[in-house]
Structures are given as structure tokens and as C-alpha cells.
């Protein structure tokens, strides 16, 4: 949403901003990727070159054997985030994942929901895997720039640290403190666990349908990856660009029906592929019930998404920087 109002600040158009309230994420690892789009959608350069960074990754996943591999990231909490976001012009007052109404020299009101009720109340969902999240001490020889990341018999666990010490861990399938037990790559390095919070779902989901002529869904709350990918804010940031975009051709007298199915069609195709990379992961996590669930319900989202996909036309529009332009007008 930050990065819709941003844009749509930037190209002039007048808005205000309902406020909402959603669930908060303790801690964000951006990766490099993700970073490189922040600091290009909002102009600057050095976003986020303090917070603490991330330089290896250590897997353990289908294997005894754990593997360590090059990672950029850098860890923020969304605390952060919305601090740093907010130094932004962002039009009227824009309190955190609201409504945008928008309203100006075309004369039509349109808006882009990031929390319910949203206009299409159906939401396909791909499964259901209840995580949780817990807060670490870590013991003093694990390395303060590395990630952990392990399958274990019921589910599997993401260890971000803060660069101070701390660390979030993210359990997917059970309780931490459970899964941790099970887990002999992440296990010895904790040295106290706190009690989790409450269980929230981390399946793949979306809006029957995300565009109508008058708006728009996004976020979250519309269409959801799992963290198995670890794309969700750069995820987040591609759907307010997508936005934004939306809005402006809708200015330039484009077709609300057309933009809104090319809107769709966009993240529908995202998910699919979301979908598509996660297969292997859930393929080869482990053998037991709970991994052959969480395989069997990716496929079918796979499947589902397909199918979906394939009724729909092929997109009118292509994105050039910020703005949507018609195909034929882009070759």
C-alpha cells in the first residue's frame, strides 16, 4: 500500500486513506533483490544500508547434511519499515494498510483495498499451514549474519537473527518450541526460546477476484505466498506499482474492464508460479503425512491456478517502468 500512495503521490493524483488495522510481522528480511526495488520505487539510494545484514544462508532440508550457501538480506522489523516509509510524501494523512480513495481530473472515484471487506469476498485457498513466531536468544558462538532455515518431521523453521544477539524463528507446521526439539541444525543454537504467539496461516491464497472497474486488491489479506519463497515484499511492492499503474492508465481513458482482467491475470500468474517453486521444496522436505499434505494441496493449487490462468486472455498491457502501456504501443 506504502508503495501505491508513493507512486500515485509522485504522478499528482489527489487521495486520501482510510485507516485499517491487520496483524503485524515481527521482523522482515529483505533480500537484496527486494531492496534494490524499494530504494528504486522510493528514490533512495541508501535505504536501509544501517540495519544488520545477512551473508549466508544454512539449509537443512531433506538431507542430514545442511548446506551453506551466499545470502544478501538485510533484517528490519515492520516497525522500520513503516518508520522509513513514512518519511515519504504520501498526499493526505495515510495511516497503515487502509483504503485509497481516489478521486481526481477524470472524474472517477476508484479504490485500493488492502484489508477486508473486500468487494469479492471469495478467497481460493491452497491448503492450511498455521505457523507461529517466537522470540530467541541465541547462544554466543552463532554467527550473527547467518539464517537457518530446516525441514524437521512436522513442518520446518526459518531463524532470522537481528544482528544483536536476538532472533525471530518462524515455525510452520507447529509450535516452535516443538518443532525446535525435532530440529538438529537449529536446536543448539538457541539458548532460550520464549512462548509463541498466537497461530496465524501461512498458505497460499487470493481473492476470487482481485480488479472490478472501480478497484483494486492488494496486499496480504488479497492475495498471500507462503514464506517457504521468502518473496513477500518484494511481492507487495510489484502489486502497488501494478496499482498505481492501473490508476494512471485508467486517467489516460484506458478501459476499466481491461485493466482490471490484466490486473488479475497479473497476480493470478504470479501466485501460479509462487505455486510452481514451491513443489519442490514441499516435495522434498520430508516423507511424512505433513509434508505429503502440504505437497498434494501446493499441486492442487498449482493445478487450480492453471486452469484459471488459461480462461483468461492474454495480457493487453505491459509495464514499463511505472506506467502500463498497450502491447502493440510497447513493440
Known sequence: MATAAHLLNRAGFAFSREPGLRRPVPVIMLSDPALALLRDVFGDASLFADRPRIERRVVRWGSPEAVTMPHGAVVVSEDDLNNVLDMFPRGNTLKANGKIQQSNEFNADFAIHAIPPFPEGETLRFGERLSATARVRLKADAPSATCWIEAVDAGWLFLIPDGFGAAWLLAV?????????????????????????????????????????????????????????????????????????????????????????????????????????????????GAGRWWHDQYAAARKGYERTTALLAKLPEPRFALHGFDLVRRELAA
Open 173 to 285: 507446521g507447529g509450535d516452535p518450541q516443538a518443532l525446535a526439539q525435532d530440529a538438529p541444525l537449529i536446536g543448539p543454537l538457541i539458548e532460550t526460546l520464549d512462548a509463541a504467539g498466537g497461530t496465524f496461516d501461512t498458505s497460499p491464497r487470493m481473492l476470487g477476484h482481485l480488479a472490478g472497474d472501480n478497484w483494486l486488491a492488494c496486499g496480504t489479506a488479497a492475495i498471500a505466498f507462503d514464506p517457504i519463497c521468502g518473496d513477500g515484499t518484494a511481492q507487495a511492492a510489484r502489486e502497488g506499482i501494478l496499482a498505481s499503474a492501473v490508476v494512471s492508465a485508467l486517467a489516460r481513458g484506458e478501459a476499466p474492464a481491461l485493466l482490471a482482467t490484466h490486473y488479475h491475470s497479473l497476480l493470478l500468474a504470479s501466485l501460479r508460479r509462487h505455486l510452481q517453486l514451491s513443489l519442490p521444496f514441499y516435495a522434498n522436505g
